[in-house]
């Protein structure tokens, strides 16, 4: 099947640093990927949507300036936080669609990524 | 509005039994409807996708039901192990122009020895 794969698996900052977070589709090519954000207990939340060579549609309450995302290529897509603060400490998960949109589209999601902000 | 609502939030059962997880939806328009499965700490992983015009699929122990007139679905887990403890989640696809995955709560389960 499909593999998605996310680096760091963890991470710890202190406030205020620059964290990435990289995405790749390991065996297809992903034209679309997206980055959701979890909190505890809680379901996934929509971020952004990433299409490669374009710039990003974030949701609506997502700062667009501290989330940066980047699609440079066909199977990776990086979602940069700058500036981050304790607030940002979360479970980021990437999700990368083969395919064209469609009914039969499927989207694979990634490891995760847990974020804590000191 | 495009909900997804899962019940029960949580659950916990003895291993070897059988459980139903429920979700309903009002997401429109509908193209199809995923259960995933996400163990903590992990990505959700898909168990089942079903179409409009698919009442029922099966993935291993796994069976996934679906009245798109009612706009129901449930997950029925047979013989549970221990290793099916994890969050499931039910998830609609809107078929607009975005083509937005709508996520519900998720049902935590736990399955005890």
């Known amino acids: 099947g499909a593999v998605v794969s996310q680096h760091p698996s963890w991470v710890i900052c202190k406030s205020g640093t620059s964290v990435k977070i990289e995405c790749r589709s390991l065996?297809?090519?992903?034209?679309?990927m997206f980055w959701y954000r979890q909190f505890p207990k809680q379901s996934l939340m929509l971020m952004a949507t990433s299409n490669e060579g374009s710039k990003a549609t974030y949701e609506q309450g997502v700062e667009k300036d501290k989330f940066l995302i980047n699609h440079a290529s066909l199977t990776l897509s990086t979602l940069t936080v700058t500036s981050a603060h304790p607030e940002d400490s979360s479970f980021y998960i990437c999700?990368?669609?083969?395919?064209?949109?469609?009914?039969?589209?499927?989207?694979?999601f990634g490891p995760g990524t847990r974020l804590l902000v000191l | 509005k495009n909900q997804v609502e899962q019940s029960p939030q949580s659950l916990i059962i003895l291993e070897g039994k059988n459980c139903t997880l429920q979700c309903n939806y009002t997401v429109s328009p509908f193209s199809n409807l995923r259960w995933y499965k996400q163990d903590t700490g992990r990505g959700p992983v898909s168990l089942t996708i079903m179409t409009f015009s698919e009442n029922t699929k099966s993935n291993g122990r796994y069976t996934a039901t679906l009245d798109a007139d009612t706009k129901q679905s449930s997950l029925h887990i047979t013989a549970s192990q221990l290793s099916d403890s994890a969050s499931y989640i039910c998830?609609?696809?809107?078929?607009?122009?975005?083509?937005?995955?709508?996520f519900g709560s998720g049902t935590r389960l736990l399955v005890r020895p």
């Open positions: 998830v609609v696809l809107r078929m607009d122009s975005s083509y937005k995955l709508i």
């Open positions: 999700s990368a669609r083969k395919g064209l949109a469609g009914a039969l589209e499927t989207q694979y």
């Open positions: 065996d297809f090519q992903a034209t679309t």
